[in-house]
């Protein structure tokens, strides 16, 4: 189902009302009329310490409007993943979790297929949000995934602190690249040397250019959006991305990027004055520098690298699932789309308990109280549809029509809603993987003369396997694009 499938007739909805009992609002799925069901729902990172608090508000909304109530449990950041992976693989019985390996677990069949209760129960959402969020979680045919609606686009931007700025007068209107930001990063060696002109680590990852990728960044197979989007290519024999590798390891050469950066793990928190430029990830969502602002408790003003783009990344950016054997499908998909329709639920648990934590200004905005404290909210990321928040008062209303005009003019990848099925070359996958660990640090950080090392890489890439990677990603990509 592609571009808006979830669009119905009005006489395909009246009759679907008839079939419901015309918007009834008890007896889920697996009760008796006028039961209530509890849902356990999977979450990643830390319980808010008012999580018993949070949760009773937004139950007393959905046990009146569905008859669905919900219990969070919270799995550390460090755990979630092998924790998921157990339960996926063990078939453990669960109703609703934050998804782990989305499209590999799709494909096992490890997650209930979503389609048609979708329509059913989730229409409401999904006609208002952007058509990616459908197309961009479809695996093979079908929907599993009911996605968080936060940055439907995002591009790389290279991120600065403002204060240094503002103090040597720096002007960055002109920076498109890593090299036109040389001058200010000299300056910056020049006079703060506790301060590291350009904060990375062995986890950055260089932007090659407009580039989407089919197995994400960690694998060099990717569709150039600015030249033949039909053609699955290797960044790495581009122009372009051997551009960016030779500017970044000028900087190196010239001590404007940390000597270790292949192998650090520092962290350059945004609220202090550690770094003077980075690269950030920005989206709708944010408002530009807005959120990176508040989040560093200084200004921070960036420049874009490539451009905005709708990808398959941003549809899946978060999902929720609900297990194969649920006994409680029905119910799981009535409570995420009242979740994600409903502003106050939202609001509750992205802001914390209005009154104590902020109260409305206006229709639009709200205003942060003493009782907002961080480790009492939820966050919005990973929680909901973003759209129904109220925005901070310093959010204008220029502020929202530009999101709203570039969410309209970013560009849709060629490879959205494509997901490659690896069965016939899993091996291959993992000997390339191994190649990539070898040589990636080293050439992302600017280490290496790119001009030495990449040949030798991409050699090394191709013995492991690349190219049989690489004709049965086209064959694939090839029959999904005459189906599109």
């Not at 979450?43 to 508000?57: C, F, H, R, S, V």
């Not at 950016?317 to 499908?329: D, E, L, R, Y």
């Amino acid at each position: 189902m592609k571009k808006g499938a979830l669009k119905f007739a009005v006489v395909a909805l009246a009759f679907l009302l008839v079939l419901t009992g015309c918007g009834s609002k008890k007896g889920a799925e697996g009760t008796g009329s006028g039961e209530t069901v509890t849902l356990q729902v999977y979450q990643i990172g830390d319980a808010p310490k008012n999580i018993k608090e949070l949760t009773d508000k937004i139950n007393t909304i959905s046990e009146k409007e569905i008859g669905v109530k919900v219990n969070f449990t919270y799995i550390g950041w460090g755990d979630y993943d092998q924790k998921m992976s157990v339960m996926v693989t063990a078939g453990d019985e669960f109703d609703i979790a934050f998804a782990q390996n989305y499209t590999v677990n799709a494909q096992k069949g490890a997650y209930a297929d979503l389609t048609d209760l979708a329509k059913t129960h989730a229409k409401e959402f999904f006609d208002s949000v952007d058509p990616i969020y459908y197309d961009g979680n479809v695996v093979n045919g079908k929907l599993y995934g009911f996605p968080v609606n936060g940055n439907v686009f995002a591009a790389q931007m290279l991120s600065f602190n403002g204060e240094l700025l503002d103090k040597y007068n720096l002007d960055i209107s002109n920076v498109k690249t890593y090299a036109d930001a040389e001058p200010m990063l000299q300056t910056i060696k020049d006079n703060e040397q506790q301060t590291v002109p350009f904060a990375i680590g062995k986890t950055f990852k260089a932007n090659l250019g407009n580039f989407d990728y089919i197995l994400g960044d960690a694998l060099p197979f990717a569709v150039n959006i600015d030249g033949d989007q039909t053609q699955i290519i290797n960044p790495f024999e581009t122009e372009v991305g051997m551009q960016r590798l030779r500017e970044l390891h000028d900087l190196y050469n010239k001590g404007l990027i940390p000597t270790d950066a292949a192998t650090n793990d520092t962290s350059y928190d945004l609220n202090n004055n550690t770094w003077f430029m980075r690269q950030e990830t920005q989206g709708a969502a944010d408002y530009g520098d807005n959120l990176l602002t508040q989040v560093a408790g200084k200004k921070i003003v960036s420049r874009p690298l490539n451009n905005n783009l709708k990808s398959t990344a941003q549809a899946q950016m978060a999902n929720f699932v609900v297990a194969q054997n649920s006994k409680n499908k029905e119910a799981a998909v009535k409570w995420l789309n009242l979740l994600n329709t409903n502003a106050e639920m939202m609001n509750t648990l992205v802001y914390g308990i209005e009154g104590e934590s902020w109260e409305k200004v206006g229709d639009k905005h709200l205003k942060f109280l003493d009782g907002y404290k961080e480790g009492f909210h939820m966050a919005a990321w990973n929680t909901g549809n973003s759209e129904l928040l109220l925005q901070p008062e310093n959010v204008t209303t220029e502020m929202i029509e530009k999101r709203e005009a570039d969410t309209k003019a970013a560009t849709v990848s060629p490879i959205l809603g494509f997901n490659f099925v690896t069965d016939s070359v899993k091996t291959e996958i993992s000997n390339v993987t191994n190649v990539v660990d070898e040589y990636y640090a080293v050439l992302h950080t600017g280490t290496v003369n790119p001009d030495e090392v990449v040949p030798t890489f991409i050699a090394k890439l191709k013995e492991a396997g690349y190219e049989t990677i690489q004709k049965e990603m086209q064959k694939q990509f090839d029959e999904f694009s005459k189906k599109a």
